[in-house]
Structures are given as structure tokens and as C-alpha cells.
């Protein structure tokens, strides 16, 4: 993992714009996949009896989780220039991901482009682009965890 110091500020600067508004953002991420990807909601037991997007926006439940979501993100970006300290949060996440909670790896993938869209929606391409090698980055490694894991 290569970060120029150039592409660590532009990364952070863009994701301290998405997590001001942590929870609304990642409930909004979450929303978005469990209604544009539907099979996605098979994985959380207690979301799968929510049928409309309204709902899962005031679900405690799925809130909670997305600001979880953005918090690890949040962990992630604060140690693009430290490598090691970046794998101690992919790495045990992965794992947990992988062999716990037994999630397809692909999902990662469709919840990054999601945060990468809404970014753009809200604070254009520039941020965007500079947070898209963050995300190339986060599910490259999990996917290296997972096939460290037998996937």
C-alpha cells in the first residue's frame, strides 16, 4: 500500500466530508445496497422484515450499523501513511467478515462503490476520485484476507 502524502490529505479530506454526518451518510449507504442489492439483506437477520427504504432509514438497527460501517472507514483513512496500523484494522475485520459472519466478499465492493457515488452526489467528482483508490485499497486487502481464509 502506496500513499503519496498528496493522495493522504486529498483522501482525508474528502472522507471528513461524508463522516460529519456519519450516521445519516451510512445509514443512507446501507439503505441504498439492501434496496439496489436485495440479497445483501440475507446477512443481517434482524433487517431482513424490512421491506420499505423508510423504514430501514428509522430502524435503530440499520442507522447503528452504518455508522459502524463509516467509524471502521473512519479507522482506515486516519492510517493511509501507516501501513501496519492499517492491516490491524482490515485484517481482523476481514477475518471476522470471512470466517464469522461468513459474508461474500463482493459485498464489500458494492458497499464502497455506493459510499464512492454518494460522495460524488453530494460533494462532486474531485471528491470522489480522491477517495477511490482508499476504496480499491480497503477491498483489495479484504479480499486478500478472505482467500487467506479458503474463500
Same mark, same amino acid.
Given at each position: 500500500m502506496?500513499?503519496?502524502e498528496?493522495?493522504?490529505?486529498g483522501?482525508?479530506g474528502?472522507?471528513e466530508k461524508?463522516?460529519?454526518?456519519?450516521?445519516?451518510?451510512g445509514?443512507?449507504?446501507?439503505?441504498?445496497?439492501?434496496t439496489?442489492?436485495? $440479497?445483501?439483506k440475507?446477512?443481517f437477520t434482524?433487517?431482513?422484515?424490512?421491506d420499505?427504504?423508510?423504514?430501514?432509514?428509522?430502524? $435503530?438497527q440499520?442507522?447503528?450499523?452504518?455508522?459502524?460501517?463509516?467509524?471502521?472507514?473512519? $479507522?482506515?483513512?486516519?492510517?493511509l $501513511?501507516?501501513?501496519?496500523?492499517f492491516?490491524?484494522?482490515?485484517?481482523?475485520l476481514?477475518?471476522?467478515?470471512?470466517?464469522?459472519?461468513?459474508?461474500?466478499?463482493?459485498n464489500?465492493?458494492?458497499?464502497?462503490?455506493?459510499i464512492?457515488?454518494l460522495?460524488e452526489?453530494k460533494?462532486?467528482?474531485d471528491c470522489?476520485?480522491?477517495?477511490?483508490k482508499?476504496t480499491?485499497e480497503?477491498?483489495?486487502h479484504?479480499?486478500?484476507?478472505?482467500?487467506?481464509a479458503?474463500w
Amino acid at each position: 500500500m502506496s500513499f503519496s502524502e498528496a493522495e493522504v490529505q486529498g483522501a482525508r479530506g474528502a472522507w471528513e466530508k461524508m463522516y460529519a454526518d456519519a450516521e445519516d451518510n451510512g445509514t443512507t449507504v446501507l439503505v441504498r445496497m439492501f434496496t439496489e442489492h436485495p $440479497d445483501t439483506k440475507s446477512y443481517f437477520t434482524h433487517f431482513k422484515g424490512m421491506d420499505s427504504a423508510e423504514e430501514m432509514k428509522q430502524s $435503530d438497527q440499520v442507522r447503528g450499523h452504518g455508522k459502524k460501517v463509516f467509524t471502521a472507514i473512519n $479507522d482506515m483513512v486516519q492510517h493511509l $501513511d501507516n501501513s501496519e496500523a492499517f492491516l490491524g484494522i482490515v485484517n481482523p475485520l476481514g477475518k471476522k467478515h470471512a470466517t464469522q459472519l461468513k459474508i461474500d466478499p463482493k459485498n464489500f465492493r458494492i458497499i464502497c462503490d455506493i459510499i464512492l457515488q454518494l460522495m460524488e452526489e453530494k460533494f462532486g467528482g474531485d471528491c470522489k476520485s480522491s477517495f477511490e483508490k482508499v476504496t480499491n485499497e480497503i477491498c483489495s486487502h479484504l479480499n486478500n484476507v478472505y482467500k487467506e481464509a479458503g474463500w
